[in-house]
C-alpha cells in the first residue's frame, strides 16, 4: 500500500491496489515468498492502527479485558465490609453524565462501577448500598462529588470501630492497615475522574439525604457582561422562592414542588495575578473590586458561586442564563422578581439552558463529625494528572488568545468595519445564539405549560397520582418543610422521555 | 483472526501471530500460494474497516455525499482560473498532521481539498498547481500556513491584471467583483480550519519555494524551568550549524544535508495583565523581565519563538527536549555546543521528543511585494470561531486551576509530605517523563545511527545514490548555499518505514 504519495490522486490508487492482484499461480516462488511478507507487514500495520483505534474509544474497558483472564472466583465471605463515604473529583466534559445510561458506557457512574468491581471493593452494585450526593448531567463537572456505599474492609469489624478509639496508637494502627481505598481505585479510573478521599460512615448514612449543602461554580471569560448588574440581579434570587420559572420541571418523576432555598449567589472576576490565586476565594472590598475591573478585558475569567441545599433539575443552568441577559443589558435585573412571582406568571418564557461546560459541583457539606481522611502520596498523583489537564487546556487556550490578538489588531486596521464590535460578542456563547430577527422580550416569548397542565398530562398517563398537588401542599403545610417530597432533585432516576426532551421548546408534547 | 475481541488478552493474541510467522522458505508451493490469499483477504477486510471509520471522522465528506446527488457536472472551462496564495489558520490538536495520508481522513490537506472540491474552486487535486510552505505534523497547530494554487476565477484575464492596475476605481471595482474565496472556503471548512487571506501571485509562484522565512512559537507553562538558562542554552543554537543531532534524519527521503540556520530564537514569559498583551511580543528590558519573573508562578505561561529560513523534520521539537533539560538543570547549557559539534559527536544519543501539542507554524514571510487581502466580514467570522475555542479551553483550564489551588492547599497541610515538590513537577509533562532509575545525562546514553550508516542501510536497499554523499558535498562548495537539495524540509513524502519507526528508538533496525 502505498502511503502518503500526494501525487496521486485517490481513483489511481484504487486502480494500482486493483492491478496488484495478479493471480498467485503465475508469481515464482520468489516472488510469492515476498509477496507474503510484503502483505504480512502490511496487516501489521493495519492492525497496529485499528489497534490504536479501539484503544482511543476504551478507557477502563481494556483493564477488565486483562483482568477477567487472571481472575479466579473472588470470595467475600472472607471479607469483612464497612459503609464508607468517598469524595470524588471528576471532569465531565466528554462524559454522558454522572448516571448510568442504557445507551452509553461514557458515564461517570459506569466508570467507577467498573472500578469498584474490579477492584473487589463491591460484590454487586445492588448490594452495595449506594447512594450518591448530586446527579450531574452530560458536560457537567465536579469537584466535590460524594458517595456513600459498603466497601470490602480488611479490617475486622472490631478495629474498624477502635479506629476512632480511646487508644490513639491502635485506632493510628489501624487506620493504616486499612485498604487504601483512594489509591486503588485512581489506579484504574480514568484519569478525569479521581477518588479524594474517604471517611467511615455509620451504616445508615446516605450522600443523597445527609447532604447538608450545595455549592455550584459557573467559570466564564467577562465578554461584554455587566457584573454589577449580574450581581443586582443575582441577589433577588437569595432565600426561599418558588423556582419553577428557573428550571426544567420534572413532572413527569414527582417532582412537583419547586420550592428551594438559595442561600447565597455571588459573581467575581477572577484575580489575574496568580500568585494571588487565595484572594480569589475571598471576599473583596468595592475598592479592591475597582481595581480589579479596570485591569480586567473580555478575556478576563469569572466565577459565579451559588449555594443552597438543593436544587433543581437544570436551575443552575437556567439562572445563568438568565443573568447572561442582564449582564448584556437585554434584560433588566428586575426580570427575575417577575420568574420568582409565580402566581403572576405560572409559565415559564421558552429559552435556551446557559451550557454545561463551566459548570462544576463544587462543594458538598455534610455534619462536622465527618472527617476526610486524606492520603499524601494518592493526593499527589491526582494534584499530578489534574496538574497535565490544565496544561493540555491552558496552552491551547494561551495559543489561541495569541492569534486572537493579532486578528483582532487586523479588523481594527481594516478601515470598513467597526472593530469596537469584535471583543467580547462570541464570547457571549454561553447564553443564547444571536438571532438575526433581533433579541426578543423574555415575557414577550411564548411560554410553556404551567405546572397544573403538566400533572394532567402524566395523571391521564396514570404516572402520577391524581391527588399528588393537593398531597404536595397538606405536606408542606404540616412539615413547613419546603423539599419533604425530594430533597434531592436532581437524584431521582430520570423518566426516559423527560430525559430527552427538546430542552429549547421546553414543552409537554402536545 | 479475530478481530475486536476483547475478551482474549493482549498476550493470546501475540501468541497467535507469532505462531502463524513461519519462515516462508519452509512453507511449500501450496501453502504459500494459499497463505498469500488469505493475507489479501484479511487486509481487504481490515481496510474496509478502517474506510468505514474514516468516514465515520470525516466532517466534509456527509456534505460532499449530500451534494454529489443534487450535482450537475460543472464545467470549469466557462472559467478563467488565477494563481493565488491562500493564508491558513488551523487548530492541529484532533488531527494526524497536515499532509494527506492514506489510513485517515482526519488531516488538514484532506479537509482543505474537500472544500476546495466542494466549493467547485479546484477541478482536481493534480490541475491545480497546489504547493504549501510547510507540513505540520500530527498534532501540530499553524496560524500562518500559506498555499499557492490555481483557482476558479469570476474575472476575465484583463481585469485580474488590471486589479493592480494604474486606475484604481476600476482595480478596486474588479477586486470586489472576485469570487470571495476566504468566505466560500471558510464556511465548508471546519471551524479548526480557517483561511484568513488571499492574494494573486504570479504563476510561477511557489508558497514553498519562495518562502523567505519561517517562524515557530512554543507554549508551555513555567514549572520549574529556569529560563534564563534555557535562553543561554537557545543562543548557542544560532547562526548556521549542522543540526542532524536536532532532529529526525529523513535520509529515507533523500535528506542528507542538516546544515540549516536559526535566525533568532527567544524564551519569555508571557505577561500576566491581559490589557497589555500588545507587551508580549515585544522585547523587555533586563529590569521588566525581573518585574515579570517575580510576578509569576509554576503556572504561568512562557513562549519559545524561533525563527530561520527552513528547518528539519522535528527540529523545533528536539530543540525544545534539550532546552526542557536544561531548563530543569538535568544538563548543561553547554549541551547544545557538544550537540552541534557533529565531528565530535556525529551520533545522536538517545532523547525523547518536546510535545506537539504547544508547537505552532505562527509566522511565514514572502518577497514584499505579496499583498494580502483581507476581509473585514471573513475575518469577523475567523474572530467567532477563535474566540469559542479560547473560552472552551480556558473555561477548563480555570475550573482546573481552581480545584489544583484547593488540592495543592491540602498537600501543604498534609503533615507526612513535602508540599514543596508538588509545584511545577508534572507541568515538565512536555519533556521527558520521570524516571524511577533516575536521570541519565544525554552524552552517557545510547546513540542512533551516524549519517553515513543510514546512507548505506538505504544504498543496499537501492532507495539512495550510493553517491549521494559526495554529490551533497560537490554542491555545498559549489553554491555556497546550505540547504541547496531540500530548501524546504519537511515538505518532501515521508519515507514508509520512517513514518512508523519508534521515535524513542530514533535508530535503524539492525
Redesign the interface.
Known sequence: ???????E?CSV?EKKKRLK?VS??K?S?EE??A???Q??A??V??????TK??QEE?SV??EI??Q??RDKPFDFSKYSKRHVLLKL?Y?G?DYQGYAIQDNTSKTIENNLFEALLMTKLIESRETSNYHRCGRTDKGV?A?DQVISITLRSRLNLGDQKNENGDDETLSSANMKKEIDYVDILNKVLPSEIQI?AWCPVDEGFSARFDCTKRKY?Y???KGNYNIELMNKAGQYLKGPHDYRNLCKMDVGNGVVNFKREIKNINITL?N????D??E??CIKSPEELELIEK???S???C?ATIEGKAFLWHQVRCIMAILFLVGEGKEDPDIILQLLDVENYPRKPQYALASE??L?L?ETSYEDSIEWR?N??A??Y???Q???????????????????????S??YK?E??DGE??CG???G??GEPHSKKGYRQLMTRPKCSDLETRVDHYVKRRRLDPNILDKEKEAACENHKTDSLDPNIPDQDKDKETQYEDINKDSIPS
Chains 1, 2 share one sequence.
Open positions: 500500500m502505498e502511503l502518503n504519495d500526494d501525487k490522486s490508487r492482484k498467485v499461480d508469481l516462488r510469492l515468498e509477496r507474503v511478507l502483505l504480512e502490511q496487516n500495520q493495519l492492525q497496529n492502527i485499528l483505534k479501539f476504551s474497558l481494556k479485558g486483562k477477567k483472564k473529583a471532569l466534559w463537572s469537584f479524594l461554580k467559570f466564564f471569560p477572577i489575574l495575578d496568580e500568585r490565586s487565595e480569589n476565594h485591569k480586567s478585558s478575556y478576563s475569567m466565577v461546560l463551566p462544576n463544587y486524606w499524601y502520596r493526593l499527589l491526582v494534584v499530578t489534574m496538574q497535565t489537564f490544565w496544561a493540555q487546556h491552558n496552552i491551547k487556550a494561551t495559543m489561541v488568545r495569541h492569534i486572537l490578538h493579532d486578528l483582532e487586523c479588523l481594516l470598513d468595519g464590535e469584535v460578542q462570541s464570547l456563547l454561553l
